[in-house]
């Protein structure tokens, strides 16, 4: 008899385990440099000015959709120690989404929310918005202020709100500002140069079989011994994995779990292909054919294309 409480702490187990790589040490370099130090060479939660006029630096984090950014950066955010107390006892770091639609006043709003603040009426005027969160974040002790998904800054108010986002770079109240976003985004920072020479780049690579392939067999094994599983993998399963994936780090990780969970639901004792192809078929609602995890010619199929243009390409090959 399948145990779905017990599966189900499994799973939770598993999603809330952060998977460290060399993002990991990539980001926290990036991240270090921006913090001063004190005497003793402790990091402090107080940016570094590079200007005489105060500025401080930012980051700009860029990858596909589902690569895994936004997990690299809260992670990183969320354990690095000098970041974790600000003056008023929160973190030193505050984390935002760009709202629907964006424009200079509701990413003004949506940032003062996330900070707490209270009673924001709707009728106030945007300078005086903006002109509230500096002085909001330097009483909180907030020196790291990061946008997720800020590729949908791709919009009527993006250069105006670009220049706000350099204003919260200057000044007593300066902060350090994380963009992180799909490539759209270093497409919206190139528009604006004296922007852009404000951040400092990560764009995450994509994951490859030659590169990644044994670390991520190797996690994979991990989950499988956490699950109380087996393995029964092909050898080529990772590299079908991240083709499936679209090769990026993050869906590859969402792809494997969601296999181990299908294994789990059917009682099954080992991990298989045939999980895999179950996980992304529900996701993915793809004709049998079309599955990365059963086709042999696997490497031909575009997991983005159409399901008619791979079966004529394939008749094509026969005749």
């Given at each position: 008899m399948i145990d779905h409480a017990k599966n189900a702490r499994i799973m939770l187990s598993l999603r809330t385990r952060h998977v460290t790589g060399p993002r990991d040490a990539e980001f926290r370099s990036h991240l270090e440099r921006l913090l001063r130090r004190d005497d003793a060479g402790n990091l402090a939660a107080e940016a570094v000015r590079y200007s005489a006029t105060g500025e401080t630096r930012g980051i700009l984090v860029v990858d596909g959709p589902g690569g895994g950014k936004s997990t690299t950066v809260a992670h990183?955010?969320?354990t690095l120690p000098a970041l974790q107390v600000g003056s008023q006892g929160t973190p030193a770091w505050l984390r935002v989404s760009v709202p629907s639609p964006a424009t200079l006043k509701s990413m003004g709003c949506e940032i003062?929310?996330?900070?707490?603040?209270?009673?924001l009426s709707d009728r106030r005027e945007v300078w005086s918005i903006w002109d509230q969160i500096?002085?909001?974040?330097?009483?909180?002790?907030?020196?790291?202020?990061w946008i997720d998904e800020a590729h949908d800054l791709f919009c009527k108010d993006r250069a105006m709100i670009l220049r706000a986002l350099k204003s919260l770079m200057q000044g007593d109240e300066a902060v350090i500002v994380i963009l992180s976003g799909t490539e759209q985004l270093h497409e919206i920072i190139r528009s604006d140069p004296q922007v852009q020479r404000r951040f400092s780049t990560m764009q995450l690579r994509?994951?490859?079989?030659?590169?990644d392939g044994e670390d991520f067999h190797d996690l994979i094994e991990a989950y499988c011994a956490q699950a109380d599983l087996k393995s029964h993998l092909s050898a080529d399963l990772v590299a079908r994995?991240?083709?499936?994936?679209?090769?990026?780090?993050g869906r590859s990780i969402e792809t494997a779990l969601n296999a181990i969970e299908a294994a789990l639901g059917r009682g099954d004792a080992s991990l298989t292909n045939d999980h895999f192809a179950l996980a992304w078929a529900m996701l993915e609602g793809c004709?049998?054919?079309r599955n990365?995890?059963?086709?042999?010619?696997?490497?031909?199929?575009?997991?983005?294309?159409?399901?008619?243009?791979?079966?004529?390409?394939?008749?094509?090959?026969?005749?």
């Open positions: 990183q955010l969320a003062l929310r996330h900070s707490g603040y209270p009673n500096r002085s909001r974040l330097k009483m909180l002790g907030v020196c790291v202020l994509p994951v490859c079989a030659a590169t994995l991240f083709h499936a994936s679209r090769h990026r780090f004709a049998p054919g990365v995890f059963l086709a042999d010619d696997w490497s031909s199929i575009d997991p983005d294309g159409d399901d008619n243009e791979h079966t004529v390409r394939q008749r094509g090959r026969r005749n």
